[in-house]
Nanobody, 124 residues
Framework: QVQLIESGGGLVQAGGSLRLSCAAS????????MGWFRRTQGKEREFVAA????????SYVGSVKGRFTISRDNAKNTVYLQMNSLKSEDTAVYYC?????????????????WGQGTQVTVSS
């Protein structure tokens, strides 16, 4: 399994920006599909974004399209989630996830490894 450590969460005002980072252990990072999920208190964890190993394919949930950007630096074994125009409904614990293998999917059970989560709070 891949070990994942998220960072970059915090408190921001509505309309502001944050960038989350997720550092991954292990080799062959460029063959690992990476994703971001989030969980709001009392709700199921939901898919936010995913990116293919080489980085050429991305997928987003509709509510963040045009505001969030997922990217990766395979030389640094790191994936990012740039979050702009944040809204109060983006408040959640954000989790980084990894799947070793080809393809890109958006379901939670597709991913093999998970980080511990980082809190993002957007004040209105």
């Amino acid at each position: 399994q891949v070990q994942l450590i998220e960072s970059g969460g915090g408190l921001v005002q509505a309309g502001g920006s944050l960038r989350l980072s997720c550092a991954a252990s292990g080799r062959a990072f460029s063959s690992v599909v990476m994703g971001w999920f989030r969980r709001t208190q009392g709700k199921e964890r939901e898919f936010v974004a995913a990116i293919s190993g080489p980085g050429g394919i991305t997928s987003y949930v509709g509510s963040v399209k045009g505001r969030f950007t997922i990217s990766r630096d395979n030389a640094k074994n790191t994936v990012y989630l740039q979050m702009n125009s944040l809204k109060s409904e983006d408040t959640a614990v954000y989790y980084c996830a990894a799947h070793q293998g080809p393809g890109i999917q958006t379901t939670e059970n597709y991913f093999d490894s998970w980080g511990q989560g980082t809190q993002v709070t957007v004040s209105s």
